[in-house]
């Protein structure tokens, strides 16, 4: 059963540009959660996505936004890139159950913006 | 709001030893679970074990095993029998409702051979 898998692993932009980052989740899996890692925050929710709809989502700017298509993979997008953007963004599949919960996470995208 | 502490930001441990990982947490909930996540240098998070609150017995899943005391929100982890590969960033979790996980700040485990 193949995992989750996060593309990118790695990606350096500049700032002011946009990034998409992809997740795919497990196979079955209708929902997609993203997370950013960072030293000083820890690991902040961003959103999630269910059966294409974000039903869940953290407190980021606007300029952090997402999406899922049909097969449930999921992609996020951070627009005018800032220098505190700078951070490992990881995903996390599971079926969308409430219980019990389970999440299976990816190996992340570590994002540096200079 | 939940919230999730992780009071030790370094543990360390003699390889075999057994070590013990606090985390407490805060939440107006009276359903919700709570887990322990492994992250190694790969930054893959991996579940290590998983409790619900409404269950009293703790959760134990081979060498590891929690502590879990629902009146004074503490939910601790124990490592016995430390192997090298228990090295890692530990994070202490906590979800309901809501569908979002919220995250202590992460407690990283050095084994000591």
């Known amino acids: 059963k193949a995992g989750v898998t996060q593309t990118p692993r790695y990606l350096i932009k500049t700032r002011g540009q946009q990034v998409t980052l992809s997740c795919s989740p497990i196979s079955g899996h209708r929902s997609v959660s993203w997370y950013q890692q960072t030293p000083g925050q820890g690991l902040q929710f961003l959103f999630e996505y269910f059966s294409e709809t974000q039903r869940n989502k953290g407190n980021f700017p606007g300029r952090f936004s997402g999406r899922q298509f049909s097969n449930s993979r999921s992609e996020m997008n951070v627009s005018t890139l800032e220098l505190g953007d700078s951070a490992l963004y990881l995903c996390?599949?599971?079926?969308?159950?409430?219980?019990?919960?389970?999440?299976?996470f990816g190996s992340g995208t570590r994002l540096t913006v200079v | 709001a939940q919230t999730v502490t992780q009071s030790q930001p370094e543990m360390s441990v003699q390889e075999a030893e057994t070590v013990t990982l606090s985390c407490t947490y805060d939440t107006s909930e009276s359903d919700y679970y709570l887990f322990w996540y492994k992250q190694p240098p790969s930054r893959q998070m991996i579940l290590v074990i998983r409790?619900?609150?409404?269950?009293?017995q703790n959760a134990t899943e081979n060498r590891f095993s929690v502590n879990f005391q629902k009146a004074a929100k503490s939910f601790s982890l124990k490592i016995s029998d430390s192997q090298l590969g228990d090295a890692a960033m530990y994070f202490c979790?906590?979800?309901?409702?809501?569908?979002?996980?919220?995250f202590g700040q992460g407690t990283r485990l050095t084994i000591n051979p």
């Open positions: 979790a906590l979800i309901q409702g809501a569908q979002k996980l919220v």
């Open positions: 409790q619900e609150a409404y269950k009293q």
């Open positions: 996390a599949s599971s079926s969308g159950q409430m219980a019990p919960p389970g999440y299976t």
